[in-house]
């Protein structure tokens, strides 16, 4: 019997786990021979949904959609797929912040014991984890290297986030953004937000020029002969995803050009599965090697 449209995974899920996986590879690969200690960091490690939720005007009866079977059982699956790989990381990190699914991911250090002294399970929020780990230390001159992953439930990455991993200049980024999960359906075709909405999205991007990216405004007179600002949501979801891609240029000196939308079984994408590396140096090939890999 088939599952009902609302259970989402599938192909889509699929996707993301192929390709990060691949890349895993790939990056060890490249950096066999480089002295550097290289650290895998997944930031939403356990169901990947439990940092404090939006309030209440944010939320979309599709979160609750989300919290099905196939969905916690790919966001489980990528630190497994991390773990699994021919050639092990020297650190991995996984942040959750609910204590009881951070105990669950303790449990990989008895399926993996091998690798059990390497493994890091943290229990914290991930915006205020990976802010602190990105600024503790000069990633740089301390030979380190990272590949983080961020998949987030929805709206829970901020770009000041995005912006401290850009900083240390040694992180390549693999970024789930939520582009109908999360800001496309919180763009009314009017422009009139409720009370709160936009300064979520101001947080999410980093800056508020996205409202002119995505509206066009006009001015009309009213009924009493008054002038009149009208605004007119004109972003699908190739602008919105254009417009992302554009901000991570702004911080990042490599950003793939070719992120993946990723649909659901009613062909509505759900999320965009970007990559930047912040490396100006070893971040050219990873641009090549993360583009290839991105290919539909």
Not at 198 to 211: A, H, I, N, Q
């Amino acid at each position: 019997m088939k599952e009902p449209l609302q259970q989402f995974g599938g192909d889509w899920t699929d996707q993301k786990l192929q390709r990060l996986r691949e890349y895993l590879i790939a990056y060890q690969k490249v950096l066999e021979d480089q002295p550097f200690k290289l650290t895998y960091i997944d930031a939403f490690a356990g169901t990947g949904y439990n940092t404090p939720k939006a309030s209440p005007e944010y939320q979309s009866p599709l979160f609750d959609d989300l919290a099905a079977k196939d969905t916690r059982a790919f966001l489980d699956g990528s630190a497994r797929i991390a773990l699994q790989i021919p050639k092990p990381f020297d650190e991995y990190i996984f942040v959750e912040q609910d204590a009881e699914r951070c105990a669950e991911l303790s449990k990989l250090k008895t399926d993996f014991p091998a690798l059990a002294l390497r493994i890091k399970p943290i229990n914290d929020e991930a915006n205020s984890y990976l802010t602190s780990l990105c600024k503790s230390f000069n990633w740089l001159r301390a030979g380190r290297r990272a590949v983080v992953f961020l998949d987030p439930f929805g709206m829970q990455v901020s770009w000041t986030t995005i912006q401290a991993i850009a900083q240390t200049q040694a992180i390549d980024l693999w970024l789930l953004f939520p582009l109908g999960i999360g800001v496309n359906r919180m763009l009314p075709k009017s422009g009139q937000f409720p009370p709160g909405r936009r300064k979520r999205l101001d947080s999410m991007f980093g800056e508020p020029d996205w409202y002119s990216a995505f509206y066009d405004t006009h001015t009309t007179p009213s009924l009493f002969g008054e002038a009149e600002e009208i605004a007119v949501k004109r972003a699908d979801s190739s602008a919105i995803s254009s417009y992302f891609v554009k901000r991570l240029k702004t911080i990042f000196p490599h950003v793939a050009e070719n992120p993946l939308p990723l649909f659901n079984s009613s062909n509505c994408p759900l999320y965009l599965l970007c990559f930047a590396a912040g490396n100006q140096t070893g971040g050219k090939i990873a641009k090549r090697i993360a583009e290839h890999i991105l290919k539909p």
